[in-house]
């Protein structure tokens, strides 16, 4: 991807996450990366190309700033953990991304643009999570009477839930993150 | 509550469940509730009090839909998972209501008027299922193991983030039924 389409996909993110998605102008879009409509619409074509593209590019960087320090060969458990913790960071590209992705979500519920493109990442992730809870199944660091995708869609879900309680004010942070520790105990218990 | 103001507030969460609060203009909504824009200031007072007054609805109207057949004395544990699925049905006034606490929700991400009665709200659902939990450890139908306070906000979160996966189509409402099931077995152990 060139340079200035990343930068204006940045600054995109940045914009929903001040405003929301209903409060992004193109032309404020423009003013915050620092280009013309003109480059906006030649790269994205229209709103909609822009914003399919600003959650793709939003699922992307989820990927990198949840990238646990523990390799999911060696300790799939300890990778899974990690992954969903790093969601939960008082950090400003986590919570630009975080309120980005919660906004995406529930601007889907009133326009049906987005749907299956958001439907197809929150799989992706989904099946990520899945694999490595049944990679700790066979690593020996989680029962085998765990049904490892209802575990991994719930675990996913919840940190959705706790994010936009935590970013709406209804709970702190560290609440939120102990909350997700006690559900990775009750959700994977350990062989046994 | 007179009966002009609640159909106003009825209209409303309809107005929201339909276009977001930020669709939300007072125009349409006494288009809807077929009043005047006057007797809605004169209800209300501004925007910000109509806000306030509707957020209020919507979580008494939630208690009225999410009553149990099974009452809380006889059967504490049976009350609550009935509570929290009846969370997730499609029916009119329910999805009304889920797409409505779903945009207040997101909206205060965004704009902090009402994310101290949003708050005390949450707390008040969380604390009520906090109830039920301890209610169901003396029953003798959870084990005492639980952390009564813990569970009752990781269920309540889940099912908020259900609610959303189902009604921005990541999730089918039968799934998020299931995998709520599953939290219910996952989070609430019989007495071992």
Redo the contacts between chains.
């Keep these: 991807m060139s340079d200035r389409r990343t930068l204006i996909l940045q600054a995109a993110t940045r914009v929903i996450a001040?405003?929301?998605v209903?409060?992004l102008r193109v032309e404020e879009l423009a003013a915050e990366a620092e280009v013309s409509t003109a480059l906006i619409y030649y790269h994205f074509g229209d709103r909609a190309g822009l914003m399919r593209r600003t959650l793709e590019f939003i699922s992307e960087r989820a990927e990198r700033y949840t990238e646990p320090s523990a390799a999911p060969q060696s300790d799939p458990r300890v990778h899974l953990e990690q992954m969903l913790l790093l969601e939960l960071q008082d950090v400003p590209a986590v919570v630009e991304n975080s309120?980005a992705w919660?906004?995406l979500?529930?601007?889907?519920?009133?326009e049906?643009e987005l749907?299956?493109q958001?439907?197809d990442s929150?799989?992706e992730w989904v099946e990520y999570a899945t694999d490595l809870i049944r990679q700790a199944q066979e690593a020996g660091t989680v029962g085998e009477e765990v049904?490892a995708a209802?575990?991994a869609?719930?675990l996913t879900?919840?940190v959705?839930?706790?994010s936009?309680?935590w970013?709406?004010?209804?709970?702190s942070l560290n609440?939120a993150r102990?909350?997700l520790q006690?559900?990775l105990a009750?959700?994977l218990p350990l062989p046994g």
């Design positions: 001040r405003r929301g209903r409060g309120i919660g906004e979500r529930s601007t889907t519920v009133f049906p749907r299956d958001l439907r929150t799989y049904i209802d575990a869609e719930r879900t919840l959705e839930g706790l936009e309680r970013l709406s004010g209804s709970t609440r102990e909350l006690g559900a009750a959700e």
